[in-house]
């Protein structure tokens, strides 16, 4: 009994040294993964959506505002994709901020028409929210975080600075990765259609076409006369893949496929929401480098 | 038919007169729909001409230089990096007048120690909401020049 209770004081005590110095919530996967890399073991991390969530859906409960409440900064990617951001702001308690990571990053407006960008509700603005398909952009997050994290927390600035630094090297080599795996395929060939609209960034990096074919919403079907102009599209570009997303229902992009005669790549993941290895920033680019290659080589 | 220049040339500014009132309000509509018309420039970027910019800056060379300056065309060095560590790179955040769309000019300055090779220089820019650009040259012992960003 007391060799129980003297372990389980070393253990508190032990605990309350390794208390980290800057608490920080974020409200997608990907923005987890940036806190820690950049902050290391002198932040906590609270993340409130979980891997193989959809960033289209969430939105945070009271609950997940409880356990925010003592955070110092709340990281939101930014460009609308939190279309909820205004009520979480209002909510705040006094001394918290809430830091929008994509704001400061270059966007991609797509032409909406017909076309969605994902959803509805991230189409209203035309840009594209999901920055974080591109690595260049990653690497921008990672300084601004550094410096809105040395801003808050000034005794560690040097160490976040450090922690950006090692993680802009490991981001370098794998853009490099990326464009060695990706070089196989003839920049004519670099046409990636998939359902929606959320791989503009990764396409500007990357020199591809962007062809977002299924257009509509994921609650929604497109209408016959948009799929047949798809189809005969599809056909007239001698596309070689299509790619179904993770989380979206394939049915649509499959039929679209199998009329136009294209084959069927391996799905890749839009939102950011990979699981296992892929969970990451690095673990998703790498799923969506090799899918992509595999398929088109 | 016998001609009456002076009635023709009543009606024809009587003509003139009638039409004229009902195009300048379709001219001057016309001129508030351009005005209204949305703006090309790169959403969350800014915009006031000539309004400085937060910008990253990155500089690699494959040797590392002694010191190196960067200012605007006949103006002070906006930022000077004197490099004692010896290292081969540096990034800093300076300011810079940066329009999207705009060609941005800077006067670089470098110097390397004696017997260093002829050497890379690169220069990379990321103003905040706009999209990056680096340029590369190449040295042998000193650089003195103007580089052109964003053409």
Not at chain 1, 16 to 27: F, G, N, Q, Y
């Amino acid at each position: 009994m007391k060799k129980s209770l003297s372990v389980l004081l070393i253990l508190l005590c032990f605990g309350a040294t390794l208390r980290a110095d800057l608490k920080v919530a974020t409200l997608h996967p990907l923005l987890t993964d940036l806190a820690r890399n950049v902050g290391g073991d002198h932040v906590e991390v609270v993340s409130l959506m979980k891997s193989g969530g959809d960033p289209h859906d969430f939105e945070p409960s009271p609950g997940d505002l409880v356990r925010i409440r003592d955070a110092r900064v709340i990281l939101a990617s930014g460009k609308g994709l939190e279309i909820y951001l205004p009520r979480l702001a209002a909510n705040l308690s006094p001394g918290q901020e809430l830091f929008e990571v994509g704001k400061k990053i270059p966007s991609i407006r797509v032409e909406v028409g017909e076309l969605f960008i994902c959803c509805p509700a991230h189409s209203r603005g035309g840009l594209d929210p999901h920055w974080w398909q591109g690595i260049g952009n990653m690497r921008r997050a990672a300084r601004y975080v550094a410096e809105e994290f040395s801003r808050l927390d000034p005794g560690n600035a040097a160490a976040y600075r450090a922690n950006a630094a090692a993680f802009d090297t490991r981001l370098a080599a794998l853009k490099s990765w990326a464009d060695k795996t990706l070089a196989a395929i003839p920049r004519g060939d670099r046409e990636l259609v998939t359902g929606h609209a959320a791989f503009s960034y990764f396409c500007r990096e990357f020199g591809f076409r962007s062809i977002p074919v299924q257009g509509l919403s994921r609650e929604r079907e497109p209408s016959p006369a948009y799929l047949a102009e798809t189809i005969r599209q599809l056909r007239q570009e001698k596309v070689r893949a299509v790619f179904p997303e993770q989380v979206a229902n394939p049915k649509v992009l499959a039929s679209i496929a199998s009329e136009a005669g294209v084959k069927i790549g391996p799905a890749l993941i839009a939102d950011g929401t990979g699981q296992g290895d892929a969970a990451t920033f690095e673990g998703m680019i790498r799923h969506n480098v090799s899918a992509i290659a595999s398929a088109l080589n | 038919m016998k001609s009456r220049p002076i009635p023709e040339l009543l009606f024809i500014l009587l003509l003139f007169g009638v039409a004229w009132f009902p195009l300048k309000r379709l001219t001057d509509a016309g001129a508030a729909v351009s005005l209204s018309a949305p703006s090309l420039r790169p959403p969350d970027a800014p915009g006031d001409a000539g309004k400085s910019v937060p910008v990253f800056l990155r500089i690699k060379s494959a040797h590392a230089p002694e010191r190196c300056a960067v200012s605007l065309p006949g103006g002070e060095p906006l930022w000077t990096w004197d490099n004692t560590a010896a290292v081969t790179s540096i990034d800093a955040r300076i300011d810079l007048p940066i329009r999207p769309g705009a060609v941005l000019d800077l006067a670089v300055r470098a110097t390397w120690s004696g017997g260093t090779p002829e050497t890379a220089l690169t220069l990379t820019l990321e103003p905040d909401g706009i999209e990056g650009e680096s340029v590369t040259v190449w040295a042998r012992g000193s650089f003195d020049d103007i580089l052109t960003f964003f053409r």
